[in-house]
T-cell receptor, first 117, second 109 residues
Framework: GAVVSQHPSWVICKSGTSVKIECRSL??????MFWYRQFPKQSLMLMAT?????????EQGVEKDKFLINHASLTLSTLTVTSAHPEDSSFYICSAQGRYRSNYGYTFGSGTRLTVV | RKEVEQDPGPFNVPEGATVAFNCTYS??????FFWYRQDCRKEPKLLMSVYSSGNEDGRFTAQLNRASQYISLLIRDSKLSDSATYLCVVILYGNKLVFGAGTILRVKS
């Protein structure tokens, strides 16, 4: 089936540093990438939507200058958390939508657990 | 009001039990509906789509009532491996998935 590879699986970083998370669609072209964040015992919250070659559309309350999204190709999207702080510690997960065989379904990456100390 | 609401549980049931989860959504323009399963510290995995006519996949049955804006999931003959968080998911517009907070199921032997 369709696969999205997300790296890293977990990362611990110091406050003030930046962290880049990558999502790659391995066997299909991801025309749209959704980035979510999930705090403990809470739902997945959509942060932003990006289409290949376009600027990302951010949800209300999400700082676009802090969470930089790049979707430069149909197989790669990145989320960079800039100047990370402890309150940014969360589970970040991408979801790619594209055409795999005849299905335009959603495929999730395996998630990145970010801890900022 | 949240766009998608679920009873958080947890539902603690013995093996072999039948358990039902409910979900309500607030936007009548919602287009598509799904149940996802999420294991601890993992990504959500699609369990099944939900249709107005109702659909069944083995031990799992999903129902949609558009008039009441209500979605249900029934699990029969619960297995230990069914223990997870079940997420009700709705597509509102622009292909965005909106997730409920999830219902925790714990199946015990």
């Amino acid at each position: 089936g369709a696969v999205v590879s997300q790296h890293p699986s977990w990362v611990i970083c110091k406050s003030g540093t930046s962290v880049k998370i990558e999502c790659r669609s391995l066997d299909f072209q991801a025309t749209t990438m959704f980035w979510y964040r999930q705090f403990p015992k809470q739902s997945l919250m959509l942060m932003a939507t990006s289409n290949e070659g376009s600027k990302a559309t951010y949800e209300q309350g999400v700082e676009k200058d802090k969470f930089l999204i790049n979707h430069a190709s149909l197989t790669l999207s990145t989320l960079t958390v800039t100047s990370a702080h402890p309150e940014d510690s969360s589970f970040y997960i991408c979801s790619a939508q594209g055409r795999y065989r005849s299905n335009y379904g959603y495929t999730f990456g395996s998630g990145t657990r970010l801890t900022v100390v | 009001r949240k766009e998608v609401e679920q009873d958080p549980g947890p539902f603690n049931v013995p093996e072999g039990a039948t358990v039902a989860f409910n979900c309500t959504y607030s936007n009548s323009a919602s287009q598509s509906f799904f149940w996802y399963r999420q294991d601890c510290r993992k990504e959500p995995k699609l369990l099944m789509s939900v249709y107005s006519s109702g659909n069944e996949d083995g031990r799992f049955t999903a129902q949609l009532n558009r008039a009441s804006q209500y979605i249900s999931l029934l699990i029969r003959d619960s297995k230990l491996s069914d223990s997870a968080t079940y997420l009700c998911v709705v597509i509102l517009y622009g292909n965005k998935l909106v997730f409920g907070a999830g219902t925790i199921l714990r199946v015990k032997s």
